[in-house]
């Protein structure tokens, strides 16, 4: 007997491609940039760099979107109007405007030329379907809409009779997003499932499947990666993660590039035009995501939160905002102790998502020299040490936001990676060793690369490092010789191949660059990651 539950639900809208911006080493900074001058009140710089861009790139979308903003903060709606209409032309759709950021987008909504515009669409479904919390019996889909909204799903086995309904709204109090979630699934199973926000005849359509039988063996493949800047010419990255069909994607950090910690709007903004791409739409709608954030998502380049809960004043409204706009199974300890870390397994995988932002603790804080920084903060450590210890699986996978191996960031940038937490680092370490825990594999993000890292220990089996950080970015870091492999030339994303059915299980890593090539690929067995009885002389 299957159960349905739907919590809450919000859709997404199409967006035509941007122009063309080779060469341009950051675009993603230029309209956030221009955004965060409008929501500073320098709205006149924000007009002149959007003019002075769009001299150069004359169809640019993003350019006309900042142009409509910053004309409807200033009171010429006329002038905000005849942007608008013009990104519309250009390819950009309507419903962006409807998504806000809504304070500043606000002048426009109370005009009745744009209302007449709006109606002429009628849409309410703005961003998703998303999908995450899959399991082998679960389900969630997230979704966002133009206003509070009733909301529709059915779902249907792909190959089986029978259809299941559920029902629900969306609310203004998270940014109008919501989870729909489904119950009573079958294990390893391909689902069909359709989404109607309202009344309206338009319905998303798209497929999943969800996970194998939990703590049994099984093949199967996931995709990871981070530094996923909006660049509009790399976009089509999400179309070839797609047609991949992983069973989940990871998100390392620097999923989204904000680096506005105290700008909501800005925030908002990033996540919303990364959201409206069809590309990404077409995405999120039939593979499962789980996300972490880094230090451009969270707050500043190398910065981070501190040991306290509530302070800086900006974390936990930063944290708010990144659990609007994911479909996580977990946020750290929830309103009580907000974090990014989770952990969740797909058969007998275990995959462990590190915070290594929220509560970390670098260098002198008020003025007193800190004598042991901390990359996870205590709470989140004891969790990790706790989730170890108690974990069956075959493999299990450490994700950080930053490198593992030392070396893998040059000069004194290398002091925000693990390198700048020898001591935290080498207690994670010597306790898989001292509980001879078996079949650990790291994974990390932040370097924009793909590299494999191999990291000897002399009281175990070594440690291998899977990083991969240049899934969407135009800016590259340099290889480095101290690894494995190490590539830079295009973007990028990482495949993990699990087959835990052999009698010596196996992962296999691959790198996988934006036209589909496979460039590096390596394959380690379960034996290579096992503590033997001489494992400590």
């Given amino acids: 007997m299957w159960k349905i539950f739907i919590v809450l639900s919000i859709a997404c809208w199409s ?9 341009l080493e950051q675009y993603k900074r230029i309209s956030r940039e221009s955004m965060a001058q409008i929501v500073d009140g320098n709205y006149d710089a924000a007009i002149q760099t959007s003019n002075d861009y769009l001299k150069d790139h004359p169809d640019d979308l993003e350019s006309m979107y900042v142009l409509a903003v910053a004309y409807a ?50 849409t309410k479904l703005l961003h998703g379907p998303m999908l995450g919390c899959i399991t082998d019996t679960q389900a969630r889909f997230w979704v966002r809409t133009a206003v509070e909204a009733a909301v529709n799903v059915s779902v249907k086995e792909a190959a089986g009779p029978g259809r299941f309904s559920a ?64 660049t509009p010419d790399h976009e089509r990255m999400w179309n070839l993660i797609a047609s991949k069909d992983p069973l989940a994607f990871l998100f390392l950090g620097d999923n989204v590039y904000i680096d506005n910690p105290t700008r909501q709007a800005v925030q908002q903004y990033c996540y919303y035009r990364r959201q409206s791409r069809p590309e990404y739409r077409a995405f999120t709608a039939k593979t499962p995501l789980f996300a972490i954030y880094d230090d451009h998502d969270f707050t500043v380049d190398d910065g981070w939160g501190g040991p306290d809960v ?5 974390k936990i409204p930063v ?131 793909g590299d494999a890292w191999k990291i000897e220990r002399p009281d175990g089996y070594p440690l291998y490092e899977f990083e991969n950080a240049r899934l969407t970015n135009i800016h590259y870091h340099p290889t480095m010789p101290g690894a494995l492999f190490s590539y830079n030339a295009k973007c990028l994303f990482g495949q993990l191949l699990f087959d835990t059915t052999q009698a010596d299980p196996q992962v296999t890593y691959r790198i996988v660059t ?24």
């Avoid at 999943?208 to 093949?219: L, S, Y």
């Avoid at 509530?310 to 900006?314: F, G, K, R, S, V």
């Avoid at 929220?358 to 990790?384: F, I």
Wanted: glycine letters at 10%; charged letters at 25%.
């Fill in 15 to 23: 967006l035509m491609p941007s122009p063309v911006c080779q060469g």
């Fill in 73 to 122: 903060q200033i009171g010429r709606i006329e002038k905000s109007l005849f942007y608008v209409e013009s990104a519309v032309a250009a390819g950009l759709p309507l419903e962006r405007f409807l998504a806000g950021p809504r304070d500043l987008l606000q002048p426009l909504a109370e005009n009745e030329e744009f209302q007449a515009l709006a109606a002429e669409i009628d």
């Fill in 167 to 230: 029902a629900g709204r969306t609310e203004a109090k998270t940014d109008f997003t919501g989870i729909v979630s489904v119950t009573g699934l079958k294990p390893n199973t391909r689902y069909e499932y359709e989404l109607r926000v309202a009344d309206e005849s338009d319905v998303t359509r798209a497929r999943f499947k969800t996970f194998p039988p939990p703590g049994r063996p099984a093949r199967f493949d996931i995709a990871f990666g981070g530094c996923a800047g909006y």
């Fill in 310 to 314: 509530d302070q800086p004043a900006w």
């Fill in 319 to 449: 944290w708010k905002t990144f659990r609007n706009n994911w479909n996580n199974p977990a946020y750290g300890g929830g309103e009580k102790l907000p974090g990014c870390w989770f952990d969740f397994s797909i058969a007998d995988v275990h995959f462990i998502m590190l915070d290594g932002r929220t509560y970390r603790v670098k260098g002198r804080r008020q003025g007193v020299e800190v004598d042991r920084p901390s990359m996870l903060g205590p709470v989140q450590k004891q969790w990790l040490f706790e989730r170890l210890k108690a974990s069956r699986g075959t493999f299990k996978v450490l994700a950080s936001p930053v490198p593992w191996a030392f070396g893998s960031k040059s000069g004194r940038g290398g002091m925000d990676t693990w390198e700048g937490f020898h001591e935290e680092r080498e207690e994670i370490f010597s306790f898989l060793a001292r509980h001879k825990i078996d079949g650990v594999i790291l994974l990390s993000a932040d370097r924009h690369r």
């Fill in 514 to 537: 934006i036209d589909d090539e496979p460039v590096y690929t390596l394959t380690l067995k379960k034996s290579q990651l096992t503590h033997t009885d001489d494992s400590h002389k």
